[in-house]
């Protein structure tokens, strides 16, 4: 039986420790387990996280 390793990172807004069972792809969004924070994965190598750009409304203008 083989073992996967798990990818970790620490979440920048609560520092808490976040788990993925696979590498995640730069750009990818994700939830804080822990404070619920939008981090978007800025960097692959070494795994980096930040707080997610707010999506603003367009209104067609």
Excluded: Y
């Excluded at 520092?15 to 404070?35: I, M, S, W, Y």
């Excluded at 924070?37 to 409304?57: D, G, H, K, Q, T």
């Amino acid at each position: 039986m083989t073992q996967t390793a798990t990818i970790q990172a620490v979440c920048p807004e609560c520092e808490a420790q976040l788990n993925f069972d696979r590498r995640p792809f730069k750009g990818q969004v994700t939830h804080c387990t822990d404070c619920s924070a939008e981090l978007e994965v800025i960097e692959r190598e070494p795994l980096l996280m930040e707080l997610a750009p707010e999506v603003e409304e367009d209104w067609g203008e």
